[in-house]
């Protein structure tokens, strides 16, 4: 049995991850979340009764904190998932996420550094520091080509530039010091418990309430989509089985236009949520201004760890999307919360004010 201590884990794809260690291993898992607006108790409910998981708020930031909770849990792998990460928010406010991915990034690398080095010889070959990062740190592609482990980083947004900086500190905390860091850059991802702020999430709610369907500029831009529940079993099997100081490039072979993700989205709502006074979802697409910066398209090439780890996503995109329709379907009180509370499906990302 492992010690995870999962950073963010409240989060998206942190809840997944920890669902999925309580769930199908034996694993024990702290969960170290500062709960801001996207970290939600509630994606933790399906596991929060299990003897193996336990939970600390806490900021990555708070370097007494981190050594603390490190040194005082004992972890075998450090999962650093906690991260300010959607870029229309970094647009607007910059600053939280330099905090946060940058400065909280290299908190955490020295809090795993000091705790680390006073482990045992075979307890120092055996633990890991797993940073999960994003394919927005290598800037956008053209019409052709992959993102791949060695492929330049060209950040657009300031969120990229904060996740860039953070896996280059992941890489020198390893090839200074010794420090047994792996990375893996992940696809955009979809699916259950998902902040409604992010595109496919937006769009089924809204679909649902009726409200129009916001796409930025003419919808052309693409993303390789990437189940959530897929992307966890690949970090779980990096964390494990990865090889310090490598680099994984993870994506769900599932590249679409925005324009097509929305269409398909209101395809599903009219098929299993008919409404007559709405009507046909598709009448509701609005095209807006375009985000500032957009990024045209990412694609990744994920054959290292599939060839190496002998990783493959498990869902195609029409059957993760239907699944993912699915779940807000039978998970209302989820999502009511969410809107009701810290989020109503407002723009953000427009950059105005931002020198004020």
């Not at 796409?215 to 690949?234: F, I, M, S």
């Amino acid at each position: 049995m492992k010690r995870f201590l999962v950073t963010g884990g409240a989060g998206f794809i942190g809840s997944a991850v920890v669902r999925t260690l309580i769930r199908d291993t034996s694993h024990q898992v702290l969960v170290v979340d500062k709960l801001t607006y996207a970290g939600n108790l509630d994606s933790l409910k399906p596991v929060a009764n299990s003897p193996r998981y336990r939970f600390e708020r806490a900021d990555i930031a708070d370097a007494e904190r981190m050594r603390s909770l490190v040194r005082a849990y004992a972890p075998d792998v450090i999962m650093h998932l906690a991260a300010e990460s959607h870029v229309d928010r970094s647009i607007d406010g910059p600053g939280e996420f330099l905090q946060t991915n940058v400065v909280g990034t290299y908190t955490l690398l020295q809090a795993a550094l000091t705790y680390w080095r006073d482990l045992s010889p075979e307890q120092r070959a055996a633990f890991r520091f797993h940073h999960i990062s994003t394919d927005e740190v290598f800037g956008s592609l053209g019409e052709d080509g992959l993102f791949h482990e060695d492929y330049p980083y060209q950040p657009s947004s300031p969120y990229s530039a904060s996740k860039a900086a953070s896996d280059h500190f992941v890489r020198a905390w390893h090839h200074t010091y010794g420090l047994p860091t792996l990375v893996t850059n992940c696809s955009n991802n979809y699916g259950p418990y998902h902040f409604p702020e992010k595109l496919i999430p937006l769009t089924i709610l809204n679909a649902l309430e009726g409200k129009p369907l916001p796409v930025y500029g003419k919808g052309e831009n693409v993303r390789d989509w990437l189940y959530v529940d897929d992307h966890a079993r690949a970090l779980i099997l990096a964390a494990e089985k990865g090889r310090p100081g490598e680099t994984y490039a993870i994506g769900g072979h599932n590249e679409r236009r925005n324009i097509d993700v929305v269409r398909a989205i209101c395809a599903l709502v009219n098929e299993l949520a008919p409404n007559v006074t709405i009507g046909p979802r598709e009448r509701l697409i609005s095209y807006v201004m375009d985000r500032p910066g957009h990024d045209l398209r990412y694609a990744i090439d994920a054959s290292k760890i599939e060839r190496d780890l002998g990783w493959r996503p498990a869902e195609t995109f029409e059957s993760g999307l239907r699944k993912t329709v699915k779940w807000y379907l039978a998970n209302r009180e989820w999502w009511e919360r969410v809107r009701t509370g810290v989020y109503q499906g407002e723009r953000l990302g427009q950059g105005l004010g931002i020198l004020a």
